[in-house]
């Protein structure tokens, strides 16, 4: 199963100074504007980058959830990101073990969209159905961290400044994972 990032959506209170900001800065032009998010009192433009889109939009009505958005942060700013992958049925399914409601479900024979309801992804917010009451999978848990121990080459003091390399276990996960052999350089 494989998940990729398709499409990043910006928010504004008015679109076409971002859209123009957006062309003198990358040079991007406007491919598509999408009449269908009209239904949620929104205007669009939707940019490609490579084969993935940058979608601006702006509410063009009073009352819509997007220009709630705008009002609670307090300026234009990112507002959703969109993944596709290869197989819709495990997500789905998992989501609903999770009990995570949906804001939008829409299911045809070419492509399928479930828009997870921003309440029940954002981990800052309390939702009021309490957490142990969805599964133990969403709990807020942070990921354990390893401290990263650093030494300076041919320093004998570890709180002095410069060039710092991991040591130990952390220097095997820098190199590819302990494995032997130099790492392959990055493409370029």
């Known amino acids: 199963m494989w998940l990729r990032m398709r499409q990043i959506a910006l928010i504004a209170r008015e679109l076409a100074p971002v859209v123009d900001e957006i062309r003198e800065v990358f040079g991007l032009?406007?491919?598509?504007?999408?009449?269908?998010?009209?239904?949620?009192?929104l205007e669009n433009a939707v940019f490609p980058v490579g084969n993935q889109f940058l979608e601006v939009v702006a509410p063009v009505?009073?009352?819509?959830?997007?220009?709630?958005?705008?009002?609670?942060?307090?300026?234009?700013?990112g507002y959703i990101v969109i993944l596709?992958?290869?197989?819709?049925?495990?997500r789905k399914r998992h989501a609903a073990e999770l009990g995570i409601r949906k804001a939008l479900e829409h299911d045809e024979?070419?492509?399928?969209?479930?828009?997870?309801?921003?309440?029940?992804?954002?981990?800052?917010?309390?939702t009021r159905r309490p957490l142990a009451s969805r599964g133990?999978?969403?709990a807020i848990r942070r990921p354990h961290r390893r401290r990263m121990?650093?030494?300076?080459?041919?320093?004998?003091?570890?709180?002095?400044?410069?060039?710092?390399?991991?040591?130990?276990?952390?220097?095997?996960?820098?190199?590819?994972?302990?494995?032997?052999g130099a790492a392959e350089p990055a493409p370029r």
């Open 29 to 41: 032009e406007v491919a598509y504007r999408d009449p269908e998010v009209a239904a949620f009192g």
């Open 61 to 77: 009505r009073e009352g819509t959830a997007g220009g709630r958005y705008l009002d609670r942060r307090g300026g234009d700013g």
């Open 84 to 90: 596709q992958c290869d197989d819709h049925a495990p």
């Open 109 to 126: 024979p070419e492509f399928r969209i479930m828009q997870l309801h921003p309440r029940e992804t954002d981990r800052r917010r309390k």
């Open 136 to 138: 133990p999978e969403l």
């Open 149 to 180: 121990r650093h030494r300076r080459s041919g320093d004998p003091d570890p709180r002095s400044r410069g060039p710092r390399r991991p040591v130990g276990k952390d220097r095997r996960a820098a190199s590819g994972g302990g494995r032997s």
